[in-house]
């Protein structure tokens, strides 16, 4: 890739969103926007109180993602954001249509592990389960990559942006 991208980082809760995302954005010399500061209060409150958020509570939220990602096109950026369904990554391709997916993928056991030692994050490990539920992996027609999180950050976001240059020109 020659034109700085638009990535977007995604993943179930406890995949390291927020610790990758700011690593692979300085890689690539972009700036980083974390995806949780685009939630609206009452979803905030919602997933700390352990309830899953509905489509009607993220549609706001992917609008305000998408809306960043397209400033961004052309100069590029990475944000982070679950996109956990194919119909969420379709909304933000429409706000964005260059955008690109790094999918953070992981063995269950060891996500739940690191989010048990997480802190100050609201999002409690009760709702991986449905996470996982909702998950529509990457389908071969989306622009993106998947990336193991085993390893070190340094390790998952040196796979991520080899992942990246492999990856064709995208449409803006």
Known sequence: MNTPPVVVVMGVAGTGKTTIGPLLAARLGVPYAEGDDFHPPANIAKMSAGTPLTDEDRLPW?????????????????????????????????????????????????????????????????????????????????????????????????RAAHALRDLPEPVQ
Not at 96 to 121: C, K, Y
Not at 128 to 151: I, K, M, N, R
Request: glycine residues 12%.
């Open 62 to 158: 992917l609008d305000a993602i998408g809306a960043w990602a397209h400033g961004r096109a052309g100069l590029g950026g990475v944000v982070s954001c679950s996109a956990l369904k194919r119909s969420y990554r379709d909304r933000l391709r429409a706000a964005a249509p260059g955008v690109v997916f790094v999918h953070l993928t992981g063995d269950r056991a060891l996500i739940e592990d690191r989010m048990s030692h997480r802190q100050g994050h609201f999002m409690p490990t009760a709702l991986l389960d449905s996470q996982f539920a909702t998950l529509q992996p990457l389908a071969a027609d989306e622009a993106g990559v998947g990336v193991d999180v085993a390893g070190s950050p340094e390790e998952i976001t040196e």
